[in-house]
Each structure stands twice: as C-alpha cells, then as structure tokens.
C-alpha cells in the first residue's frame, strides 16, 4: 500500500517541477519581451527625437515667422485700444472710490462725532454735527464756532449728527 501513495507522492512532485519550470520558462519569456518591447520603444523615441522634432520645430517656426507680422501689426492697435478703455474706465472707477470714501465718512461721522469729543475731553461736543477735532499744529480745532471747545458743559449750538424725525435737546453729558 505504501507503494502507490510513494507513487501519488512522486506524481504531484513531477507536476510540482514541471510547472516550476513552466513558471520559470513564462517568467523568462516575459522579462524577454519586456527587454524587447524597451529596446523597440527606445529606438522608437529615438527615430522620433531624430526625424520627427527637427519638422516640428521648423513648424513651429514656420508658424511664427508667420505670426510675427500679424502680432507687430495688431500689437499697437490693442496697445491703443487698452488705453482708450483705461481712459475711459479710470475717471468712473475713481469717482466712484471718491464716492465711496465720501459715504464711509458721511456714514462714520455719528459714530466719530460721538467717541472723539469724549476721547478728547470735549464732553459738550459729543455727538455734534459741528465737531471737528482736527489738529492743525499744535492746536486742536474742536468746531468753527468754538475754536478751543464751548466754555460750559453745554453747547447753545449742539446739533446732532444722528439723524431725527423731530428735533431734540441735546443730551449733553
């Protein structure tokens, strides 16, 4: 009985070499091919670096000595015509950032006219539409009626830089 397990033994070791072999014979085959199929797609990179690049580049420059007269005879036109839309779009664009600063100031001035004069010691001034609080030298220009600032604690021509529906007295503090 030994005997024919022996036999099944050495069967599957035969078909165990054979298919190394046959393993080894198709890994051979292939790294042959893969050595081939480089070798064929270097000489073909090198027919294509030799033959086909020098017409692409005389294309290339054929285009462009082409082009060169089209470009230098467009170039002033658009150069002209990006000047005549900057002179055009500049004097809209600037108005509208003077525009737009003079809203930013118009919008600040309640808030400004409310935390200068208090920064600045004027408390009668707080809130005033007539603030100004300017300093031109060494002086401060607290508002056109009272150059220094009001000599009381109220101001008689305190306007309010918060718009009103009704006039009101001023809430001087």
Not at 46 to 66: G, K, N, Y
Not at 99 to 116: F, G, H, K, L, M
Not at 131 to 153: F, R
Request: net charge negative.
């Amino acid at each position: 009985m030994e005997d024919w397990s022996k036999q099944l033994f050495q069967a599957f070791e035969a078909v165990a070499n054979e298919t190394e072999q046959w393993a080894k014979s198709v890994a051979q085959q292939l790294e042959e091919n893969a050595n081939a199929m480089a070798d064929w797609s270097e000489a073909l990179a090198e027919q294509l670096e030799t033959h086909v690049a020098p017409e692409v580049d005389h294309w290339v420059e054929s285009i462009h000595r082409w082009l060169e007269p089209l470009e230098a005879a467009i170039a002033p036109e658009i150069e002209r015509t990006a000047d005549q839309i900057n002179a055009a779009i500049n004097p809209v664009i600037e108005q509208w950032l003077t525009d737009v600063d003079q809203w930013v100031n118009q919008a600040s001035t309640p808030v400004t006219q409310t935390i200068e004069p208090l920064v600045n010691q004027h408390s009668a001034c707080i809130g005033c539409r007539h603030y100004h609080g300017q300093i031109y030298g060494d002086t401060m220009l607290v508002c056109a009626m009272y150059p220094y600032g009001p000599d009381s604690d109220r101001c008689t021509d305190w306007e309010s830089t918060w718009e009103q529906s009704e006039p009101s007295e001023p809430d001087n503090f």
